[in-house]
């Protein structure tokens, strides 16, 4: 019955969005319809199809790197797509300033060995804990950020979300960031906190940016949890956090419906910690359905709100990763997400 009901719900979203004249981009990733979301930003989700190894989001982002007019900065924890090392290359062939910040376990990889060896900066964190970013600033005012490595499973194998947002006081946070690690071989808890600008106003919409360790991540997402009324639904590749298993226990006691999709393989390979306590409390949560990866870090509070990044909810990912999180206030992005993530629920296992 649950099934039958979210299926409905997400007939009735689809046709709502319908309605609204919007049409659905097939070689493009799947992109969040245009008059649901703002016009500041372009939404994107991977459609894992994995026979089908080409177009998608590496197109749509190739694209805007042959668009670039003079700065191009990548955090990338992986890297593996030939469609936008040649995208880099050609930017830098036209005089563009290339910059990459990576993983120092993914610095050896022939992509990245491949724009080092065309006079491209790189640079590795030379640290075991992960530089687990995945963002881009181009021309100091356009941000892509989300869950998704540039990598062939990443964009056409694991679920994931990619966003475009046109800002350039979240360019500038992402490249002060950038530049800590670029620039300064800043990592980690080593990294200040100096976000230039936490929380920034997008044409009336709030929106909430920080970087882990150096923001307390844990402590904004906590906030988030806590004030929901109605329901938070959430994807999560790795979910280990006490606390946050711990608000969403409290908000169903009290009456709020917590629904959530976990990565199955992280569960199967001990990563069980929060799913033992949801499921204990009696909560619906669910393993993915993916034979690959669900690999998003996804909180839904009350259909208006919406968490995104490259934080999986761990200790580590507060404490000792390099890590990026949007909190977003707006009703068409939560509407946009939690499409994408009834459509996970639907292939998911109890």
């Known amino acids: 019955m649950q099934r039958f009901t979210h299926w409905l719900g997400l007939l009735a979203a689809l046709a709502m969005l319908s309605a609204c004249g919007t049409t659905a981009v097939a ?17 994107y989700f991977t459609g894992p199809t994995p026979d089908r190894l080409t177009g998608g989001i590496p197109d ?33 062939r036209r005089g563009l300033r290339v910059r990459l910040v990576t993983d120092t376990d993914s610095i050896t990889g022939p992509v990245l060995q491949d724009l080092l060896g065309a006079g491209i900066g790189v640079v590795g964190d030379q640290r075991s804990a992960l530089m687990h970013n995945k963002f881009v600033v181009i021309d100091g005012r356009s941000v892509w950020t989300g869950s998704m490595n540039f990598t062939e499973n990443d964009a056409y194998r694991n679920n994931n979300d990619f966003l475009e947002i046109d800002s350039p006081q979240l360019a500038e946070n992402y490249t002060r960031k950038f530049e800590d690690m670029f620039l300064q071989h800043r990592f980690g808890p080593a990294s200040p906190a100096d976000t230039p600008h936490p929380t920034v106003s997008l044409y009336g919409t709030l929106v909430e940016n920080y970087f882990a360790p150096e923001d307390g991540v844990a402590g904004h997402v906590l906030t988030l949890l806590r004030s929901a009324r109605s329901s938070i639904y959430f994807m999560a590749y790795t979910f280990t956090r006490a606390d946050f298993a711990a608000a969403l226990v409290d908000k169903a006691q009290a009456g709020v419906s917590v629904e959530g999709v976990f990565e199955k393989r992280q569960i199967e390979a001990g990563s069980d910690s929060a799913w033992k306590t949801l499921r204990g409390a009696g909560l619906p949560v669910h393993l993915d359905g993916n034979p690959y990866n669900m690999h ?50 639907m292939l998911s296992e109890k």
């Open 27 to 43: 070689d493009r990733g799947q992109m969040a319809p245009t008059a649901a979301s703002p016009a500041w930003v372009h939404l």
């Open 60 to 92: 749509q982002v190739a694209a805007a790197f042959d668009a670039a007019h003079s700065t191009i900065d990548v955090a990338m924890y992986e890297f593996d797509l030939p469609v936008l090392e040649d995208a880099l290359l050609r930017a830098r």
């Open 296 to 345: 998003s870090k996804v909180f839904i509070v009350d259909r208006q709100t919406v968490v995104t990044g490259s934080y999986n909810f761990s200790q580590s990912a507060d404490q000792s990763n390099d890590e990026n999180v949007l909190i977003i206030h707006d009703a068409g992005v939560a509407q946009a997400f939690f499409a994408e993530w009834q459509k996970v629920w």
